[in-house]
């Protein structure tokens, strides 16, 4: 059974931290790119952060200079730290799998092109 289970959202003031953490199990996690979607209320889901399986971060552009991606091939673990931030990141932020890093950050980005997602953990950012 596959399973990605998100962990370590929060509720932090603006120029706070905060550390995501995915555990998995159930598929070849080393054979997957790894990554991060949030979604805010009435917005689409987007691609975040996404790293490949030799640990080559890919990022978008609001996520540049502020969040960093890692992961874990021993321990099946993915983390997202993020730092500075700001009321326009909260929202609920979704581990995902998906075959390509471009299918999670970049333009072939989008939900649709996901294998496997966690049940998301929510992150609040006040002003």
């Known amino acids: 059974q596959v399973q990605l289970v998100e962990s370590g959202g929060d509720s932090v003031q603006t120029g706070g931290s905060l550390t995501l953490s995915c555990e998995t199990s159930?598929?070849?996690?080393?054979?997957?790119?790894m990554g991060w979607f949030r979604q805010s209320p009435g917005k689409e889901r987007e691609g975040v952060a996404a790293?490949?399986?030799?640990?080559?971060?890919y990022y978008a552009d609001s996520a540049k200079g502020r969040f960093t991606i890692s992961r874990d091939n021993a321990k099946k673990i993915m983390t997202l730290q993020m730092s500075s931030l700001k009321p326009e990141d909260t929202a609920m932020y979704y581990c995902?799998?998906?075959?390509?890093?471009?299918?999670?950050?970049?333009?072939?980005?989008?939900?649709?092109?996901?294998?496997?997602w966690g049940q998301g953990t929510r992150v609040t950012v006040s002003s």
């Open positions: 995902a799998a998906a075959f390509f890093c471009p299918q999670i950050v970049g333009p072939l980005s989008g939900a649709g092109q996901v294998n496997y």
């Open positions: 790293i490949d399986s030799r640990g080559m971060p």
């Open positions: 159930g598929f070849t996690y080393e054979n997957y790119c």
